[in-house]
């Protein structure tokens, strides 16, 4: 017999708690502003104050806020009526999108996913697949993230991320960048099925790995039978002032993940793979429900689009940025260093984290990389005007 239906309480509770940020998992500690709107290279806050934003939600919000053609690109999606579908049907933009990233790319087929920390996982997936049961060893690199799921987290080197989560994904060995050596008696071990790099080590303190060693990594690979898997979650789409960071190096991956900058701030990855790698993979393999819906894919078409169309500028107001930096440097004894390119910089002083929260209160939101670097990020849109605005606002935080 049915038990009695219990009466369903629908009172809403009378006190919202003193901080409504107070229900989320404390995984973040976010500054104090509250954001409700964005304009070009601003944020807004709750109480009207603007923020120049040298973060772009962590390389995410290349063409900055309110972008006309990516807003335009989300609303006539949504006014289509088709926000998911699953993969079990076919939709037009993620087609086109794939059409659109094979064309610019070493790459013949390309997986939507979710994330930067999802597109690894499918790296490594594909790799392993393609590589068979005797080559199951991921090589990744000192320095180097992956994301923070369980086999992203095992090829990102830091061990206070790791530990509390062991046992993470096995068959993982580290490298040093730089050391072709070392690399070689690994791989020549021949049970290696990839090679993982960041071609800038981004939140290993904006490191940019050198040509010759991509290169280098590119032959030992080829000659022991690896794959070469690019992460370009943070380095892709013109975050470098080139549409991928590798282009300068002359080498081409077999594989190479994306996400951050993709659908325009919108949730997206990808791993684009070329068709040796392609052709090991069969319906059923590897899945995704929300991978490449018709929103996020109409967003990235618009975003990725619009990034290309403006790379010259985004090379132009690199060096700008480089200037810049360049006499910041000279000016303040503390930094040791000024790395990267692009709209991807790094400098390397004491008390990253005073001067990020010293940067906040006089309105530059700026994020760290490590202890000892502040990382500069700023959407790639960015004018010229608010570069020269942000560095000035970045000296007044270090110098006090
Ligand atoms: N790979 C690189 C190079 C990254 O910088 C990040 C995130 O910072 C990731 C992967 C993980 O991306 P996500 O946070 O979207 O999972």
């Given amino acids: 017999m049915l038990a009695e239906a219990k009466s369903i309480d629908t009172t809403i509770p009378a006190q919202t708690p003193a901080d409504p940020a107070a229900s989320l998992l404390g995984v973040y500690k976010p500054a104090a502003p509250v954001f409700v709107g964005g304009e070009g290279s601003e944020l807004i806050a709750d109480d009207g104050r603007r923020y120049l934003d040298f973060t772009s939600g962590i390389a995410v919000n290349a ?50 996913c979710n994330s930067g920390a999802e597109a690894t996982e499918g790296a490594i997936k594909f790799a392993r697949k393609w590589a ?40 993982v060995r580290f490298a040093e960048v730089g050391d072709v050596q070392a690399l070689e008696a690994r791989l020549s071990w021949g049970n290696v099925a990839a090679v993982l790099l960041e071609p800038v080590q981004a939140e290993g ?21 690896a794959l070469l898997i ?45 068709e040796a790698v392609a052709s090991v993979m069969q319906p059923g393999d590897h899945g995704s429900t929300f991978g490449g819906g018709p929103l996020v894919a109409s967003a990235a078409l618009a975003t990725c689009r619009k990034i290309e169309s403006i790379l010259p500028e985004v090379r132009r107001k690199g060096t700008l940025l480089a ?39 006089s309105g530059l939101l700026l994020c760290s990389a490590g202890a000892d670097v502040v990382r500069l990020l700023p959407p790639l849109t960015i004018g010229d005007d608010e570069l020269r605005r942000g560095v000035a606002l970045l000296e007044e935080a270090i110098g006090c």
């Fill in 323 to 361: 200037d810049l930096l360049g006499a910041l440097a000279l000016r303040n004894p503390g930094i040791r260093a000024v790395r990267g390119g692009g709209m991807l910089w790094g400098i390397e002083v004491d008390g990253a984290a005073g001067i990020v929260s010293r940067a906040l209160e």
């Fill in 230 to 274: 690019l992460d370009e979650v943070q380095t892709g789409l013109g975050r470098t002032g080139w549409l991928w960071a590798h282009e300068t190096s002359g080498i081409t991956p077999d594989i190479m993940t994306l996400a951050k900058p993709l659908a325009g701030g919108l949730p997206m990855g990808a791993v684009l793979v070329t």
């Fill in 63 to 112: 063409l900055g806020y309110g972008d006309p053609d990516v807003a335009a690109a989300i609303r006539g999606a949504l006014d289509a009526g088709v926000v998911h579908t699953s993969n079990l049907f076919r939709t037009a933009p993620a087609a086109e999108l794939a059409a659109w990233l094979t064309a610019r790319s070493f790459a013949d087929r390309v997986f939507f």
């Fill in 205 to 225: 303190g904006v490191r940019p790995v050198p040509a010759e060693f991509l290169q280098a990594v590119r032959a030992l690979c080829d000659k022991h039978g």
């Fill in 132 to 171: 068979g049961a005797e080559k199951r060893e991921i090589v990744a690199f000192r320095g180097g993230f992956h994301g923070r799921t369980m086999g992203a987290l095992a090829a990102t080197d830091r061990p206070a991320y790791q530990e509390p989560f062991a046992p993470l994904m096995p068959g």
